[in-house]
T-cell receptor, first 112, second 112 residues
């Protein structure tokens, strides 16, 4: 089944403790992206990647890092999480925008 | 700066009637528009799209209309069904840019 898989689905952590949210797609898509969803703000792009070793900032990149060492994986790294990063995170991939994005099921992160 | 706006946070429609969801954008460079549907605890799923060279695109019960001069698009669902109850996001992009800019979403509730 073609899909984008995120892990974990739920995570509660403490301020300052480094964490990684993994994202993997099995569709051989070149384009991958991370979004966060917050009430009243919709989906905002954090980082995106056009291909292996090619990444760039989205609208809200502060406090996040990404890497794209292989085509299928695009992990999101929070080096020192803060409470304002409490949010619902979505990873997405695409083979071309005419086809739309395929989204993962989301990761609900709470930073206390 | 919210470049894609959905001014109605929620909408309730009787089953069998027409649902109309609206979206406005401010960036005249946008030339491709998409609608996504999101159920709780799931990622958004691609619904329908339209290119700026068209003013209408239809797919079964779903039709998207684009009014470029007004920078406005709408999604019509006819007839509305209980399974259509979800949050709907409109999104926009411009040529040569894979990035999608999302609106804040409209929660549609279909009343049986």
């Amino acid at each position: 089944e073609a899909q984008v898989t995120q892990n974990p689905r739920y995570l509660i952590t403490v301020t300052g403790k480094k964490l990684t949210v993994t994202c993997s797609q099995n569709m051989n898509h070149e384009y991958m992206s991370w979004y966060r969803q917050d009430p009243g703000l919709g989906l905002r792009q954090i980082y995106y990647s056009m291909n292996v070793e090619v990444t760039d900032k989205g609208d809200v990149p502060e406090g996040y890092k990404v890497s794209r060492k292989e085509k299928r994986n695009f992990p999101l790294i929070l080096e020192s999480p803060s409470p304002n990063q409490t949010s619902l995170y979505f990873c997405a991939s695409s083979k071309g925008l005419a086809y739309g994005y395929t989204f993962g099921s989301g990761t609900r992160l709470t930073v206390v | 700066d919210q470049q894609v706006k959905q001014n109605s946070p929620s909408l309730s429609v009787q089953e069998g009637r027409i649902s109309i969801l609206n979206c406005d954008y401010t960036n005249s460079m946008f030339d491709y528009f998409l609608w996504y549907k999101k159920y709780p605890a799931e990622g958004p799923t691609f619904l329908i799209s339209i290119s700026s060279i068209k003013d209408k695109n239809e797919d079964g019960r779903f039709t998207v209309f684009l009014n470029k001069s007004a920078k406005h698009l709408s999604l019509h669902i006819v007839p509305s069904q209980p399974g259509d109850s979800a949050v709907y996001f409109c999104a926009a992009r411009r040529s040569g840019n894979e990035k999608l800019t999302f609106g804040t979403g409209t929660r549609l509730t279909i009343i049986p």
